[in-house]
T-cell receptor, first 112, second 114 residues
Framework: GENVEQHPSTLSVQEGDSAVIKCTYS??????FPWYKQELGKGPQLIID?????GEKKDQRIAVTLNKTAKHFSLHITETQPEDSAVYFC???????????FGAGTTVTVRA | DAGVIQSPRHEVTEMGQEVTLRCKPI?????LFWYRQTMMRGLELLIY????????DSGMPEDRFSAKMPNASFSTLKIQPSEPRDSAVYFC????????????FGPGTRLTVL
């Protein structure tokens, strides 16, 4: 089965700085890579996703890059704000397979 | 839309008791998922349904766990008998065919088994 590894497990950044979270996956058949944000006491919420036919996708302050050859993908948050503090999860799945395999999560803390 | 609705939000029970968690997916979504979240194991997929039919239950840990989806608007996850190691947050999520992994999660049920 798919194995997704996520680093770092915790990340503390100064407000306004950038944050980068990296994930690797094992199954070369995986072609869908979403990122979820989980705030305290809530369920994970999809914030951005990328499919294997593109290498990069951006939505305002967040962007995701994908390197299929190396089997890794990353989340970039620019100009971080206090409301970006949360746990972020990467995930992967193969086409037509609704079984998402999640990374272990990264706790991001934005210091004011 | 009110989103995915789960009940109860918190459940405290004693070992050996039966626990039933409930979920109402988003109207029109044809996939429903049950996940369990713990510090040690992260987010684990327990089972998922498509059009009320269980597709993959390979993540269900033991026979003590069972899930049903009698109709498109309701699903249950039952644990009988419950054990302390079942303590976790259980999430229900739903999605629409064609959106791949675009899951919409509910707020979760925090289960504590004493």
């Amino acid at each position: 089965g798919e194995n997704v590894e996520q680093h770092p497990s915790t990340l503390s950044v100064q407000e306004g700085d950038s944050a980068v979270i990296k994930c690797t996956y094992s199954d070369s058949a995986s072609n869908y890579f979403p990122w979820y944000k989980q705030e305290l006491g809530k369920g994970p919420q999809l914030i951005i996703d990328i499919r294997s036919n593109v290498g990069e996708k951006k939505d305002q302050r967040i962007a995701v890059t994908l390197n299929k050859t190396a089997k890794h993908f990353s989340l970039h948050i620019t100009e971080t704000q206090p409301e970006d503090s949360a746990v972020y999860f990467c995930a992967a799945s193969a086409n037509g397979d609704y079984k998402l395999s999640f990374g272990a999560g990264t706790t991001v803390t934005v210091r004011a | 839309d009110a989103g995915v609705i789960q009940s109860p939000r918190h459940e405290v029970t004693e070992m050996g008791q039966e626990v039933t968690l409930r979920c109402k997916p988003i109207s029109g979504h044809d996939y429903l998922f049950w996940y369990r979240q713990t510090m040690m194991r992260g987010l684990e997929l327990l089972i998922y349904f498509n059009n009320n039919v269980p597709i993959d239950d390979s993540g269900m840990p033991e026979d003590r766990f069972s899930a049903k989806m009698p109709n498109a608007s309701f699903s249950t996850l039952k644990i009988q008998p419950s054990e302390p190691r079942d303590s976790a947050v259980y999430f229900c999520a739903s999605s629409l065919a064609g959106t791949g992994g675009n899951l919409v999660f509910g707020p979760g049920t925090r289960l504590t088994v004493l």
